[in-house]
């Protein structure tokens, strides 16, 4: 079971603007981003500035011969995203970008059925998720962004260990702190684990949501 699988990105540009101190991306994107959809993230330019682009939620590893056999690539596990094919490249070449979001949604299994939760910051502040991205060009020479999430084991999260059905391992996206951002797109390779950290679960708020109950 992969974790975060859909989420809600930032409606406006100002959001962007606003909270991410980055420019928009060129088109909207989706708004509800499923893997394989188009949704902004947000690297850093040449000038020590942010910039957000389009690129598919679910990473496309450089080797990747037809898009369709990509799947489940939108969650990369931490403890092995050094190895696994699909992220190493990103990930070794310290390839970060900070992923918007303003919910993400999981499914609570606790009743014994799927409620379908609605994951937000208790602030009501838009998040950041920290992520991978990389590059693939298609055979007839389209050049296609991607990006993935990371994840970290959450058994202990007072919040996230709520989500999935009883027998699956609890997981979690990383958060960053606001103040994190620039530090987590400038990290070199070696030091990307020491972001790996847990976001504050007194921080983090899970509403039952009838939104789209058809979520998973």
């Given at each position: ?5 859909n989420?809600?990105a ?8 606003e ?9 909207p ?10 949704a ?11 910039f ?21 690539t ?7 995203v ?14 970060h ?9 999981e499914?609570d ?24 991205w ?52 400038e990290?070199?390779p ?23 109950p058809?979520?998973?």
């Open positions: 079971q992969g974790m975060c699988s989420y809600l930032p409606p406006l540009a100002a959001i962007y603007r909270t991410f101190k980055a420019e928009p991306p060129a088109g994107g989706a708004h509800h981003v499923w893997p394989g959809y188009e902004g993230f947000i690297r850093k330019d040449g000038d020590g500035g942010r957000a682009q389009l690129g598919r939620f679910g990473m496309v590893a450089p080797w990747v011969k037809d898009l369709k056999k990509v799947r489940s939108y969650n990369a596990r931490t403890e092995t050094a190895e696994k094919p699909s992220y190493r490249n990103a990930w070794s070449k310290g390839q970008c900070v992923v918007p979001a303003m919910s993400f949604f499914p299994w606790r009743s014994g059925i799927s409620i379908p939760t609605n994951i937000a910051l208790a602030s009501g502040q838009p998040m950041g998720i920290a992520g991978l990389d590059r693939w060009t298609s055979p007839d020479g389209e050049l296609i962004y991607s990006f993935t999430m990371l994840t970290i084991n959450a058994t202990d999260h007072q919040v996230m260990k709520q989500f999935h059905r009883p027998e699956d391992e609890k997981r979690m996206v990383v958060i960053l702190p606001e103040d994190q951002y620039d530090n987590w797109l990290a070199k070696g030091e990307s684990m020491d972001f790996m950290k847990a976001y504050p679960a007194d921080a983090m708020m899970a509403t039952a949501t009838a939104e789209n058809q979520l998973f």
